[in-house]
């Protein structure tokens, strides 16, 4: 052991998300904003009008091959920026790429992930659509748009999938107050609120 | 009649005093009633999960008279509220308890009809017990509750049907004009 102890190494990068990295930044250059390579969930963030061209890019390059968009988070970040910005989280993954040897240290082993982020203002909060890039991304922007209000713009209508059509406003974002009642049955909001 | 009989006393051949039983028509009618109870094949979450196990060959509900699940509340007595009540469920439980005949039971099955169990704090979407909704006859704590505790809960409901000669707190409501604690009407 030659090397010195003082430092720990370096933790490895994941390799499809560098691969991701490096087919994204040869194509769009501006287009990443900022990328963490390392951890149990490594992410690249991209500007919002690079979104689409970014999915396409992703899904479709030999080196990613990123077939499936499995899920798509939002979160609500109130102080960030002016007035606010809410993330959109793009949980991809591949079913035609193969795992690489090595592939075993991340909570979701064995399968080719990326993490693709972008952030827009909180209002209006309007995010390119990848309905038609992965079919299956339907569901899962109408569940963003009911719990955290992010609209997808550029799709067919943009409906609530889990609430009531008529619930007032987005329940995971952080300022949504607990209606009093909702259709005469009391809301007991938790202590605190 | 013979002669020597008193005034008022009951007369009754001695070979018929060894096969009929008498009694008030009322306590056949609550013995039918608790021993034929239909529930209503209504689940909601991972509590239902063990009302079918109840019902099924291992636990036996049909030994108590309780198996016959019926898939119209027109058809039911009994409703037991297995599972989370959401805000969006709500309405539809409270048609669902309307279209049943009187007289209609409700258990309240697992924490989360209670008193909206582990949704109870941040949960916005659950409603905070089913007694906000509807009339509950019997409360069954667990998280699920075991079928056995289940059983002891329909065993529990026709002890009352019996001990109330059969009418169901909505009819009692009904009747006194009181509302049971905290029963409020949906939509």
């Known amino acids: 052991m030659s090397e010195s102890t003082d430092t720990p190494a370096a933790p490895p990068a994941d390799p499809v998300t560098e691969r991701a990295l490096a087919v994204l930044q040869a194509a769009i250059p501006d287009g990443v904003v900022a990328y963490e390579l390392t951890g149990g969930h490594p992410w690249i963030q991209v500007r919002a009008e690079d979104l689409r061209a970014a999915c396409w890019l992703l899904r479709d ?70 309905m038609d890039i992965w079919t299956g991304a339907d569901w899962h922007e109408r569940e963003t748009w009911d719990l955290v209000g992010v609209r997808f713009t550029g799709r067919r209508e943009l409906r609530r999938i889990l609430l009531p059509d008529d619930w007032p406003g987005h329940p995971l974002r952080k300022d949504w107050e607990y209606p009093a009642s909702y259709h005469g049955v009391p809301i007991i909001p938790p202590e605190g609120y | 009649m013979p002669d020597d009989a ?60 309780a198996g016959v699940f019926r898939a119209s509340p027109r058809q039911s007595d009994l409703m037991i509220v297995a599972g989370t009540l959401s805000h969006k469920m709500a309405p539809r439980l409270k ?49 699920p509750p075991r079928p056995e505790a289940l ?20 009819t009692i409501e009904a009747k006194t004009g009181r509302k049971g604690a905290g029963a409020a009407r949906a939509s």
């Open chain 1, 61 to 130: 390059h030999a080196d990613t091959k990123l077939d499936c968009c499995h899920l798509i988070s939002g979160v609500d970040w109130p102080d960030a920026g002016e007035g606010g910005e809410l993330e959109v989280v793009y949980h991809l993954c591949s079913f035609e790429l193969k795992p690489e040897p090595g592939y075993g240290q991340r909570a979701l082993k064995n399968d080719p992930w990326v993490a693709l982020k972008v952030r827009v203002p909180r209002d209006p909060g309007e995010v390119p659509t990848v």
């Open chain 2, 6 to 65: 008193q005034p008022g006393e009951v007369l009754l051949d001695p070979e018929l005093q060894q096969s009929v039983i008498l009694t008030k028509v009322q306590w056949v009618k609550d013995w039918g009633r608790r021993n034929a109870l239909w529930p209503m094949a209504f689940g909601l979450a991972c509590c239902a999960m063990e009302m079918m196990a109840t019902a099924a060959t291992k636990y036996d509900l049909d030994r108590f008279g």
């Open chain 2, 95 to 143: 048609r669902l308890w309307e279209q049943m005949p009187d007289p209609k039971y409700v258990i309240a099955m697992g924490a989360c009809v209670i008193g909206g169990g582990p949704y109870s704090r941040y949960g916005y979407h659950v409603v905070q017990g089913v007694d906000l909704i509807v009339p509950v006859d019997v409360y069954l704590p667990g998280c």
């Open chain 2, 151 to 170: 059983i002891d809960a329909i065993r529990k409901l026709q002890f009352r049907i019996q001990e109330r000669t059969g009418e169901s707190l909505a």
